[in-house]
């Protein structure tokens, strides 16, 4: 069983790399190109029966920093 | 006074962290992750700068988790002085023993540099041996500096006098000029710059001996 979290700057926490690829885009002229947010994304493979929840709290204690960051949790 | 250093791998100022309390007056015992336990009779526990673990998944993350961090807690609650220096800061805030988050700095570039630091406090262990308003020469050398935290925490630290430095020149975005913050207890210090980097004349700068001075002096007393 897998899971997928993904990891993101939370609205309002300035990505200064996800400004840097707006701009590259721009320069490369892709125009139009709004705004980018830059995050990751983990990849889980689990033990049979681990459940969402598992997967959860592992993000609180350690895939995300909840100060800065929010995550969302796949289980594939 | 009694200092632990902590080393991690990837660390690489434990050494001169260790020297600087030394030349304080400070009897030193490096301690290494995986240890469970802080020496007896510690007063003070440095965390140091350096990349600990790579700063792979994020800065201070995986060394927050680390077995020695638990005990790192643990003395801090009972009252122990803590000083995370750079990534040692990264640890703390990781940890939560601190409030915020360094995030990547403003301009995306790794600042290796001499700031001006402005003394916002001078009413803790680490910081008496300075007037408020004083400015120091202090380097910093980080890619992930830039402090953040809320709204609402950045006014608690300015309400309860927390913010121990600012950046005269801001370098890397941090808010509110953030360099260095104190616990709610004032015995936990974590700060970007690396005061160790200045305090011997060979380093090319003595502003950071106050700090490390003020410290053992009140060490000894309690």
Redesign the interface.
Same mark, same amino acid.
């Given at each position: 069983m897998k899971a997928r979290v993904q990891v993101m700057?939370k609205n309002g +926490?300035?990505d200064?790399?996800g400004e840097?690829v707006r701009h590259a885009l721009g320069a490369l002229g892709f125009d139009g190109v709004k705004g980018v947010r830059q995050g990751k994304v983990i990849e889980l493979d689990l033990d049979a029966g681990a459940t969402e929840a598992d997967v959860t709290a592992m993000c609180e204690?350690?895939?995300a920093?909840t +100060?800065?960051e929010s995550y969302s949790v796949e289980m594939i | 006074m009694h200092a632990a250093v902590v080393v991690f791998p990837g660390s690489n100022c434990d050494r001169d962290l260790a020297v600087a309390f030394k030349a304080a007056g400070a009897q030193v015992s490096m301690v290494w992750h995986k240890d469970s336990s802080l020496p007896a009779g510690v007063d003070i526990v440095g965390i140091p700068g350096g990349f600990s673990f790579g700063d792979y @998944?994020?800065c201070g &993350?995986i060394a927050a988790?680390s077995p020695i961090c638990r005990s790192v807690a643990e003395h801090a609650g009972r009252g122990g002085y803590v000083l995370g220096v750079c990534n040692g800061f990264q640890v703390l805030?990781?940890t939560g023993l601190l409030? $915020?988050?360094l @995030?990547?700095? &403003? $301009? @995306?570039k790794y600042i290796c540099q001499t700031v001006g630091l402005k003394v916002e406090t001078s009413q803790s262990a680490y910081t008496e041996g300075y007037n408020a308003g004083d400015v120091i020469d202090i380097p910093i050398a980080h890619h992930d500096g830039?402090y953040?935290?809320d709204d609402e925490t950045i006014a608690r630290l300015q309400g309860d006098d927390r913010i121990a430095f600012t950046y005269t020149d801001n370098p890397n $975005?941090a808010r509110a000029d953030i360099a260095g913050i104190l616990s709610e207890n004032r015995r936990v210090l974590g700060m970007m710059p690396h005061p160790e980097r200045a305090a011997d004349p060979v380093h090319g700068g003595t502003d950071g001996q106050a700090l490390f001075r003020a410290l053992a002096g009140a060490l000894v007393k309690a």
């Amino acid at each position: 069983m897998k899971a997928r979290v993904q990891v993101m700057l939370k609205n309002g +926490v300035l990505d200064p790399q996800g400004e840097a690829v707006r701009h590259a885009l721009g320069a490369l002229g892709f125009d139009g190109v709004k705004g980018v947010r830059q995050g990751k994304v983990i990849e889980l493979d689990l033990d049979a029966g681990a459940t969402e929840a598992d997967v959860t709290a592992m993000c609180e204690k350690l895939l995300a920093n909840t +100060v800065i960051e929010s995550y969302s949790v796949e289980m594939i | 006074m009694h200092a632990a250093v902590v080393v991690f791998p990837g660390s690489n100022c434990d050494r001169d962290l260790a020297v600087a309390f030394k030349a304080a007056g400070a009897q030193v015992s490096m301690v290494w992750h995986k240890d469970s336990s802080l020496p007896a009779g510690v007063d003070i526990v440095g965390i140091p700068g350096g990349f600990s673990f790579g700063d792979y @998944l994020r800065c201070g &993350a995986i060394a927050a988790n680390s077995p020695i961090c638990r005990s790192v807690a643990e003395h801090a609650g009972r009252g122990g002085y803590v000083l995370g220096v750079c990534n040692g800061f990264q640890v703390l805030t990781e940890t939560g023993l601190l409030p $915020g988050a360094l @995030l990547r700095n &403003a $301009g @995306l570039k790794y600042i290796c540099q001499t700031v001006g630091l402005k003394v916002e406090t001078s009413q803790s262990a680490y910081t008496e041996g300075y007037n408020a308003g004083d400015v120091i020469d202090i380097p910093i050398a980080h890619h992930d500096g830039n402090y953040f935290a809320d709204d609402e925490t950045i006014a608690r630290l300015q309400g309860d006098d927390r913010i121990a430095f600012t950046y005269t020149d801001n370098p890397n $975005g941090a808010r509110a000029d953030i360099a260095g913050i104190l616990s709610e207890n004032r015995r936990v210090l974590g700060m970007m710059p690396h005061p160790e980097r200045a305090a011997d004349p060979v380093h090319g700068g003595t502003d950071g001996q106050a700090l490390f001075r003020a410290l053992a002096g009140a060490l000894v007393k309690a």
